[in-house]
T-cell receptor
């Protein structure tokens, strides 16, 4: 069965600092990987996705993520965070036969300090 | 193009009652999935519908059910509500049941069971 681990429950960074959120997955084949962001009381917004090809993927809001098969990781990065990036971030893996059923990590809450 | 819409946004019920939540997918999307989000269990897959048929089901009791209509709109029903059913219920849609599809989420329905 597929699974996703986000080892950091809560991260605090200063505005303007760089950010890396960790995500490790367990899946028997090449996974389809996603990062979603959720603001308080809101649904999930897709930041970026990896299906195949270039292992460095660019997303919205200046985020990027790198797929590393050897480490089973798909870490999310941003070079300079803004106060509006404060939210909860979820990594998810989809099934190779269809992404209608996503398995999510437990999420990482990001706090930005001035 | 309008996003995924969910109604109602907020709901308060008492134990033993039943509730029906509605989801309208993005126009042209035929697959609708439902997720439950709670602080304790995180995001968990409930079920997925495509062409008015349930195609995938998560590990939830039979009190949780759903259906999909010919216009792809979907409803989920929870009967005999329990306190533990208090959660944010998220609906997501994608175009087809195929690889390299992306799920887009609605804002959710927040259910409080008293």
């Amino acid at each position: 069965a597929q699974s996703v681990t986000q080892p950091d429950i809560h991260i605090t960074v200063s505005e303007g600092a760089s950010l890396e959120l960790r995500c490790n997955y367990s899946y028997g084949a090449t996974p389809y990987l996603f990062w979603y962001v959720q603001s308080p009381g809101q649904g999930l917004q897709l930041l970026l996705k990896y299906f195949s090809g270039d292992t460095l993927v660019q997303g919205i809001k200046g985020f990027e993520a790198e797929f590393k098969r050897s480490q089973s990781s798909f870490n999310l990065r941003k070079p300079s965070v803004h106060w509006s990036d404060a939210a909860e971030y979820f990594c998810a893996v989809g099934a190779i036969l269809g992404n209608e059923k996503l398995t999510f990590g437990t999420g990482t809450r990001l706090t930005i300090i001035p | 193009k309008a996003g995924v819409t969910q109604t109602p946004r907020y709901l308060i019920k008492t134990r033993g009652q039943q509730v029906t939540l509605s989801c309208s997918p993005i126009s042209g999307h035929r697959s609708v999935s439902w997720y439950q989000q709670t602080p304790g269990q995180g995001l968990q897959f409930l079920f997925e519908y495509f062409s008015e048929t349930q195609r995938n089901k998560g590990n939830f009791p039979g009190r949780f059910s759903g259906r999909q209509f010919s216009n792809s709109r979907s409803e989920m029903n929870v009967s005999t509500l329990e306190l533990g059913d208090s959660a944010l219920y998220l609906c997501a849609s994608c175009r087809n049941r195929a690889t390299q599809e992306t799920q887009y989420f609605g804002p959710g329905t927040r259910l409080l069971v008293l």
